[in-house]
């Protein structure tokens, strides 16, 4: 079988789920031919910058805007009747992706973005015998209206709550299917987490915060860190700047009242998130599926308005996290929690909402679903 994983560099979730699904299919089907791609590297330069530079900036600039453009494009009867021009655009916008569509001509096609279907949907429509097994994988907790395209065969979702909105928007049931959030295999697996504070050079008496900007650095994590320096009681804490260096340097270069472990891009996160006791950050799909996977509660700060807000609403709804709505509000909310008895049930909450095995589940789902259909083409061929 021949597989395609298309994703898109906008916010570093879409990503990490498309690694993680071609892990878990190269273990589980070493058989089949899989391909990983970032559609983005297929299109001109310029397009690139501003669609992957431009979220991020919007978002960090102008949160207001994209809750406005969030609020209003999630309406599934607009973007029906907008779908010929939503698939012209895309086909016509990366010329290089539909050419290699047509030249892999994959069985199944595993998208981790909602840009994908739209140019899969304009090939069907322009190319006799194009039809893959297209499957969608949602990496948030809420469905907006830009993932419903009708190329899609399968959704894969983070929760019941996410199947449901998808359902009562007119979906088949049977197309969806509750697998989870695709995370990496290391965060199916229990660190020694002793062995992991030594490593770091963490105390063994003191409570760990792990504070995360994403992975472009994103958010209030300078100013986190300075009202934890507020906090009475003896705590440590783990900051990771993602890809922003200059944030690092900044952090690293401070006095801080309690320690302080600042780094750059971590490639270990399974065993920060081990060590932590509670972790402060934005709560984005993957961030949160990873947490969720380890057993690890959330403190949230700025949400994102649309997804992170729903992400939001989510984990506090299952107790799986707590909320500040002011950054100055942080102490005293932390002076309550830390060493609680509602600690300790917050991360059991995120334990029970955890989805470990999430991309072996999307893997098996869509092989068996794909397969089934080729049998079914190969059949009619044969009448």
């Known amino acids: 079988m021949r597989v395609l994983i298309p994703a898109v560099t906008a916010g570093a979730g879409h990503l990490q789920a498309a690694a993680a699904i071609e892990e878990a299919w190269r273990a589980s089907r070493p058989a089949d031919t899989v391909e990983r791609v970032d559609v983005l590297d297929f299109v001109p330069p310029l397009y690139r910058k501003l669609y992957s530079e431009g979220y991020v900036k919007v978002v960090e600039r102008a949160p207001e805007l994209y809750a406005l453009l969030f609020k209003k494009t999630d309406n599934p009867a607009l973007l029906t009747k907008l779908s010929r021009l939503r698939r012209s655009f895309a086909r016509r916008s990366s010329p290089k992706f539909v050419k290699h569509l047509r030249e892999v001509r994959p069985d199944a096609i595993?998208?981790?973005?909602?840009?994908?279907?739209?140019i899969i949907g304009a090939v069907q429509a322009r190319t006799p015998g194009f039809d893959p097994f297209v499957?969608?994988?949602?990496?948030?907790?809420?469905?907006?209206?830009?993932?419903?395209?009708?190329?899609?065969?399968?959704?894969?979702v983070a929760a019941g709550e996410t199947k449901g909105?998808?359902?009562?928007?007119?979906?088949?049931?049977?197309?969806v299917v509750v697998t989870g959030i695709p995370v990496a295999a290391k965060f199916s697996q229990a660190p020694d987490r002793r062995a992991v504070r030594k490593q770091l050079g963490l105390r063994d008496d003191a409570p760990v915060l792990l504070v995360l900007?994403?992975?472009?650095?994103?958010?209030?994590?300078?100013?986190?860190?300075?009202?934890?320096?507020?906090?009475?009681?003896?705590v440590q804490s783990v900051?990771?700047?993602g890809r922003n260096e200059k944030l690092r340097r900044e952090l690293a270069a401070r006095a801080h009242k309690h320690p302080a472990h600042v780094l750059g891009f971590a490639t270990n996160m399974h065993e920060l998130m081990a060590v932590a006791d509670l972790i402060i950050t934005k709560p984005g799909g993957l961030t949160t599926s990873e947490a969720l996977a380890m057993g690890r509660p959330l403190f949230i700060l700025n949400p994102i308005?649309?997804?992170?807000?729903?992400?939001?609403d989510f984990l506090l709804g299952h107790g799986a996290a707590a909320k500040a709505n002011r950054?100055?509000?942080?102490?005293?909310?932390?002076?309550?929690?830390?060493?609680?008895c509602e600690l300790a049930k917050m991360a059991r909450a995120a334990k029970a909402l955890g989805r470990p095995g999430a991309a072996q589940a999307v893997c098996d789902e869509v092989a068996r679903r794909s397969v089934s259909t080729l049998q079914g083409v190969r059949m009619r061929m044969t009448r």
């Not at 909105?165 to 197309?175: N, Q, T």
């Not at 994403?214 to 300078?222: E, K, L, R, S, T």
């Not at 950054?327 to 609680?340: A, H, K, N, V, W």
């Open 239 to 241: 900051v990771v700047a």
């Open 213 to 234: 900007g994403g992975g472009f650095g994103m958010g209030p994590v300078a100013e986190i860190l300075g009202e934890l320096d507020k906090l009475a009681q003896p």
């Open 165 to 175: 909105r998808l359902v009562a928007r007119g979906v088949a049931a049977d197309s």
């Open 327 to 340: 950054i100055e509000d942080l102490p005293f909310r932390l002076e309550q929690l830390i060493g609680s």
């Open 305 to 312: 308005p649309g997804q992170e807000a729903a992400n939001s």
């Open 110 to 118: 595993v998208c981790t973005h909602f840009m994908p279907p739209e």
């Open 135 to 156: 499957a969608s994988v949602i990496t948030d907790f809420e469905a907006h209206a830009l993932w419903m395209e009708p190329s899609v065969k399968l959704y894969c």
